[in-house]
């Protein structure tokens, strides 16, 4: 059956910009959460001093709960060769950092959709420095998931393989059994495409997934399409809310998975409202977990 985990999608500016929430603080916090994972990311402040990498391990494991999933951004399509050797460096280091962390998933990105890229290129720089990478992550037993991403914080072009052509076309050149898909069903509104087409297309492939729930604040899923979808910065008619209010058809995301025999981590991307939105949304995917995979 899947394991729920958690994702501090509120916190991102505290845990990695300013420093005004500790590690440590999450960690408490999301001890009250009635899940069994917290997914981990590379860009926490505090994990730039490696020797706190096994005491975070500690503290998590102390809590009754594990880090099954590690959140990072590799920036593969640089057009510059030595760029892409650096960016599978760090790779290799937050496959390490996974590792001590107790974690067996770590998350790959194809890397930014520069105007100047064809989609032959980009998708070959992506999948020669990916494949770099793999044998390095299969000594470690962990596996290397690739998300169908939007656009990662600090770069400046969203993800090259954010349209769903280009992800499956990426996926469909690396067959490893270290490789896999981490799910995301709301980024792919913002690439203004169905999330449940995609999700046929590659359930076979799925390792992981990322849940939460995106709402329209004005208009229709058609104006998304046609006026936002794909577009350079957030899209402004979608929000982010609780788990189960918003466009994503849970049960018919679980019936695809199930039948694909899907039993890994789920994560929560969830939360930015409050702890209380947080663990209603908990609530709300543990009832759908226990009505499809039981």
Not at 88 to 94: G, L, P, V
Not at 246 to 257: C, H, K, M, V
Request: proline share 4%.
């Amino acid at each position: 059956m899947p394991k729920l985990a958690a994702f501090p999608k509120a916190f991102m500016h505290a845990l990695c910009k300013d420093g005004s929430m500790t590690v440590s603080e999450w960690i408490q916090l999301a001890s009250k959460l009635d899940i069994q994972g917290l997914e981990w990311y590379a860009g926490f402040l505090e994990m730039e001093d490696e020797s706190k990498w096994s005491q975070f391990r500690t503290e998590v494991e102390d809590t009754g709960k594990v880090i099954p999933m590690m959140c990072c951004s590799p920036d593969f399509t640089h057009p510059d060769a030595a760029f892409r050797e650096r960016e599978i460096a760090r790779q290799k280091r937050w496959i390490d950092m996974t590792e001590i962390l107790g974690g067996s998933y770590c998350r790959v990105l194809s890397g930014q959709r520069r105007p100047e890229l064809s989609i032959d290129e980009g998708i070959k720089f992506a999948v020669d420095s990916i494949e770099a990478c793999l044998p390095y992550a299969e000594e470690r037993g962990i596996a290397l998931i690739i998300e169908n991403h939007y656009k990662d914080d600090f770069w400046e072009y969203p993800e090259f393989a954010q349209k769903m052509e280009v992800f499956c076309q990426l996926i469909d050149q690396i067959d490893h059994p270290c490789f896999g898909v981490n799910y995301d069903p709301s980024n792919t509104y913002l690439a203004g495409e169905d999330p449940l087409e995609l999700l046929q297309r590659v359930s076979h492939r799925v390792l992981t997934m990322h849940a939460s729930d995106r709402y329209l604040a004005e208009g229709t899923i058609e104006d998304l399409r046609r006026e936002e979808g794909g577009a350079t910065g957030y899209a402004k008619r979608l929000r982010h809310g609780e788990i189960g209010k918003g466009l994503n058809d849970y049960d018919a995301i679980f019936t695809e998975l199930i039948s694909k025999g899907f039993d890994g981590w789920i994560s929560i991307e969830d939360g930015v409202d409050g702890m209380d939105q947080l663990a209603r949304s908990v609530d709300f995917l543990k009832g759908k977990v226990a009505q499809h995979f039981c």
